[in-house]
C-alpha cells in the first residue's frame, strides 16, 4: 500500500478518453516516488507493484504504455500527473518490458539534392504510421542522410519508409533471462507530460522580433503539441515577458520541447529567468522567476510552511519557488531581492517518496544545466 494520504489512479491515454481504469492505491507497492522540475512541471516518476497477478502483468505489458497516471491526496488534490513511458515485468526468470521513447511513426527525412541543397519531407504518404498514432500519440524524428550523399527524392523517401517499418510500434519486447528467479512486479517509468513535448518537431522561425509569450503560445497552438490542454485559447497562465526576440532565423529542425526551452533562456526584461511548466490538467505556465518566499523550513522541524505560514504537505511543494531555511545564517541586513537572502534556495528539482515521506529538493548545480535547458527525457534527432 501507498504512502496512506495519497492515491494513485490509472486513466486512459487521454488522447482517447478520461475513463478511470484501476485504482493503483489498493496494490502492494515496493517503490513509489515522483519528481517536479522548475523547468517542466511535473518531472519522472517511478511506480513498482509488488506481487501483482499475472494477468495484470500481461496487461500491462500489452496495453498500459501512454495511460495517464494521476496522484491525489485525501482532499482531491493533484500532487502529481504523468503518463506511463516505460514497463518492465518480472516473472520467474523472465524480465520484459517495453519503451514508448523509440516508438517514431512520422518520419521527417533530410537528404542532399546536390552539392549545395537540403530538401526535408516532412512525413506525408509513407512516413507515417496512423494506426500507430491513433493507439499512442503521434511522435515524430527526423532522419538525417544529409552525410549519405546526394539522392533524388525516391531514394530518400525508400529509407524513410524502411525506418518507418521498424520503428512505427514501441519497441520490441526486450528480455532478461538468467540469474535466480525473482518475485514479480510490474515496474512502471512514468514521465510529465512536459515531455511530450519532444514528440514533435518545428522549424518555425521569426525573422521580427517576437514577444517570448507569443512565441511559446504559438507553439503550444501547434497541431504537433497534442497533450497540452488548450481549453482557454487566451491562456492566462502565459505572462508578458516584455522581452522580443527573432529567434530560429535560419529554419532549424526541433522538438517543441527543445524550441521553449531555449526561447524561454533570454529571460523577461527584469533579467529574470523564465519557467515553463505544465502542471495538473496538463496546463502550461510561462512565469517568471519569483520574488517572494514560497515555503519555509526549519531543521528543528520535520515539515513545510507556505507563504502564508501555513502548514503544508510535503508532497505539494514545486519546484520553481524558492524555500527560506529559517535558522540556518545570521543575516545582517535586509535583503531587496529574495535572490540575494543566503538562507533563500530557488528549488530547481523536488524528488518526494511516497512511502517514507520524504521529499528532497534540490538546487541547481553543475549537473542541473540539462534541467536549466528542458532537455529531459527527450528523444535526439536519428542520425545513420
Request: glycine share 8%.
Amino acid at each position: 500500500m501507498g504512502y496512506s494520504s495519497l492515491s494513485w489512479s490509472l486513466y486512459e491515454n487521454p488522447l482517447l478518453g478520461n475513463n478511470l481504469l484501476l485504482p493503483l492505491d489498493r496494490c502492494e507497492f515496493a517503490t513509489a516516488n515522483f519528481s517536479t522540475l522548475a523547468q517542466g512541471g511535473f518531472g519522472p516518476a517511478e511506480l513498482i507493484i509488488a506481487l501483482p497477478p499475472r494477468a495484470m502483468m500481461l496487461d500491462a505489458i500489452s496495453n498500459w504504455l501512454m495511460r495517464r497516471v494521476l496522484v491525489t491526496d485525501d482532499g482531491g488534490d493533484t500532487a502529481y500527473e504523468g503518463y506511463i513511458a516505460e514497463i518492465e515485468c518480472q516473472a520467474g526468470a523472465h524480465r520484459v518490458g517495453r519503451r514508448i521513447e523509440e516508438m517514431i511513426n512520422k518520419v521527417h527525412v533530410m537528404y542532399a539534392k546536390d552539392e549545395t541543397t537540403t530538401v526535408r519531407l516532412r512525413g506525408g504518404s509513407g512516413l507515417e504510421d496512423a494506426d500507430s498514432q491513433a493507439r499512442w500519440c503521434r511522435k515524430e524524428g527526423v532522419l538525417d542522410l544529409t552525410g549519405h550523399g546526394v539522392m533524388g527524392e525516391a531514394q530518400a523517401k525508400l529509407r524513410g519508409k524502411v525506418y518507418l517499418a521498424h520503428h512505427k510500434l514501441p519497441k520490441q519486447y526486450y528480455v532478461t533471462l538468467g540469474g535466480d528467479p525473482q518475485p514479480p512486479e510490474i515496474r512502471l517509468g512514468i514521465y510529465g507530460y512536459y515531455a511530450t513535448l519532444a514528440y514533435n518537431w518545428t522549424q518555425k522561425p521569426y525573422k521580427r522580433s517576437r514577444e517570448l509569450g507569443s512565441i511559446v503560445i504559438d507553439q503550444i497552438d501547434a497541431a504537433g503539441t497534442q497533450f497540452t490542454n488548450k481549453s482557454d485559447s487566451s491562456y492566462p497562465y502565459i505572462v508578458t515577458t516584455g522581452t522580443s526576440i527573432t529567434y530560429n532565423t535560419m529554419k532549424s529542425w526541433q522538438d517543441v520541447q527543445t524550441y521553449i526551452a531555449n526561447a524561454a533562456q533570454y529571460g523577461n526584461s527584469q533579467s529574470q529567468r523564465l519557467f515553463f511548466q505544465m502542471w495538473e490538467d496538463r496546463t502550461c505556465f510561462l512565469r517568471a522567476r519569483p520574488t517572494t518566499v514560497g515555503y519555509y523550513s526549519r531543521s528543528d522541524q520535520m515539515r513545510v510552511w507556505n507563504a502564508g505560514r501555513a502548514p503544508f504537505p510535503k508532497w505539494m511543494v514545486r519546484a520553481g519557488d524558492y524555500m527560506l531555511l529559517e535558522d540556518w545564517f545570521q543575516p545582517m541586513e535586509t535583503f531587496s531581492d529574495i535572490d540575494s537572502d543566503p538562507r533563500a534556495v530557488l528549488i530547481e528539482s523536488t524528488h518526494y517518496d511516497c512511502l517514507t515521506d520524504q521529499l528532497t529538493t534540490e538546487p541547481l548545480d553543475a549537473d542541473g544545466v540539462e534541467v536549466l535547458l528542458g532537455h529531459t527525457l527527450r528523444k535526439k534527432d536519428v542520425h545513420i
